[in-house]
């Protein structure tokens, strides 16, 4: 269970010190792109989200919370998460998504990930760049790196 404070966010950042080569993203990088990819007009449902800590890949879901203290935000889905803890975030070219009904396969959306990768280009300088599963904003260089 996460603890939410101070010794959450030094947990990570030891982590962080063991396992990055580098890291590329402040909080505050985050946040404002965060609040860019939040905007109704990207129509973004999720995004793949790779933890320094978990080996496996998790789905968060938009919009993202920012209210939570400065080197927080709320995922709702995971709950609240430090966001030095994001190794990589990837928003999809084509996002899945369950009917509802058993039997009916997934339906699909196509996103404008070079759109999102311009408006996130606005912001200034981010590590970013457009991959065959989408636009994947990189927040440590790690060696387990696979996107």
């Known amino acids: 269970m996460a603890i939410h404070g101070r010794e959450e966010l030094q947990r990570v950042g030891r982590t962080v010190q063991a396992r990055a ?6 909080d505050t990088k985050w946040r404002k ?4 990819l939040n905007k109704p ?3 973004l449902e999720y995004g793949i989200v790779k933890f320094i800590d978990v080996d496996e890949e998790k ?19 995971l709950g ?4 030095r803890s994001i190794e990589w975030m990837l928003v999809p070219r084509i996002a899945k998504y369950k009917r509802g009904n058993p039997g009916v ?18 912001l200034g300088k981010y590590p ?4 065959d599963r989408g ?10 790196h696979s996107c």
């Open 21 to 26: 080569h580098a890291s590329l993203m402040s």
């Open 105 to 122: 396969p997934d339906g699909e959306i196509g996103l404008d990930v070079e759109a999102i990768m311009s408006a996130i280009d606005g």
């Open 41 to 43: 007009e990207w129509k």
């Open 128 to 131: 970013i760049q457009l991959t």
């Open 135 to 144: 636009l994947l904003i990189m927040g440590h260089v790690t060696e387990t």
């Open 80 to 83: 609240p998460i430090p966001l």
């Open 59 to 77: 789905r968060v879901y938009f919009p993202i919370g920012l209210y939570p203290p400065h080197p927080w935000v709320d995922t709702f889905c």
């Open 33 to 36: 792109v965060l609040s860019e």
